[in-house]
């Protein structure tokens, strides 16, 4: 009887479990290694609705985050929580060797001919946070905001008005949304016009004509600084905001460039790793899953289908290599 292979996955959100459960279908051995101490990757962080998946309405990420991760326990499926991988290495054409290091308890390294990469993305702005004077430490006192998930976390004060840097869907939607709250909301956007969808764009307007929003364009912050208990935004043209608090809603950056992924893999202008139709990488036997490699359309729907993607691939080409009892 041949021993089932253990498939390494990287990363513990959507993808990484939908992996997991459809590798365990196919009857092999997956292994979750997650630097969390939870499962759920950045659904686990967003209390919005999540209205594009199809047969949860009204519930949110973190929601829809948990009860993936109750599944994953119901099937006993192994997971390694706290772990981070140190270094990925190709030592042979086929197979890979994969450290990983798990908190106390020392350095696990794993060999697999397969290595699934499912870490997601991060919230851009770590650069403009070290590119504008003082925007660090107001963020270390709760007072500037990366990403979208802190404007709907139950129980955060959002005082009276919110200045949101970015011009995509993110600063559109959740200016409507702090709208709808009663707050307002400055938009402010380097580009003339917005990136945003013409929907979101639409959805603001009777906000931005009730006085609500305002929406400043082709403007840059250029400094920050804190007047008796008020942000105040400097801007490139001179003027000023002051606002209780600043959002950052720049988008996302893929979580493809770690130094422990020492194999060559191609990756798009914005780091976005590069997959085939079957979601393999450009190193045979190396695949890529959810959002680190969905730069046009990052959901949960879009990480589950490519998950179950690349299991079939990863399937179908372990079980043929498996030796066959006579």
Known sequence: MSQVP??????????GMSC????????????????????????????????????????????????????????????????????????????????VRVSDAGTRTLASSIIV?????????????GRIHNAHELARQGRVHLGAPWAAEPGNVLGSHIAVIGGGD????????????????TIVMRSQCPRAAPLMVERLRTHVESGHVRVIAG?????????HGQLRLCLDDGSEIDADHV?????????????????????????Y??????????????FAIGDVAEAVHPSIPTALGSATKAAREIARRLQQALPTCS
């Open 170 to 185: 993110n600063a559109f939607d959740v200016s409507r949304m702090l709208a709808e709250c009663g707050v307002r909301a």
């Open 247 to 271: 959002l950052l809603l720049f988008g996302y950056r893929p979580n493809s460039d770690g130094s422990w992924l020492q194999v060559e893999l191609e990756r798009d202008a914005r780091g």
């Open 6 to 15: 253990t498939v390494p996955i990287i990363g513990g959100g959507p993808a």
């Open 219 to 227: 403007r840059i912050v250029t400094a920050l600084a804190d007047i």
């Open 273 to 286: 790793l590069k997959v085939d139709e079957k979601m393999e990488t450009s190193c045979k036997g190396v």
């Open 117 to 129: 990469i499912a870490t997601g993305t991060r919230f851009a702005g770590e650069d403009w946070l």
């Open 20 to 99: 997991a459960l459809w590798l365990q279908n196919y009857a092999l051995q997956p292994l979750i290694i997650e630097s969390e101490s939870v499962l759920g990757g950045m659904a686990q962080r967003d209390p919005f609705p999540n209205e594009g998946l199809l047969g949860s309405p009204g519930e949110s990420g973190r929601e829809n985050a948990a009860a993936f991760a109750e599944h994953i326990r119901q099937l006993n499926i192994e997971t390694c929580l706290g772990a981070t991988p140190v270094r990925l290495q190709r030592m042979a054409e086929s197979n890979f060797t994969l450290d």
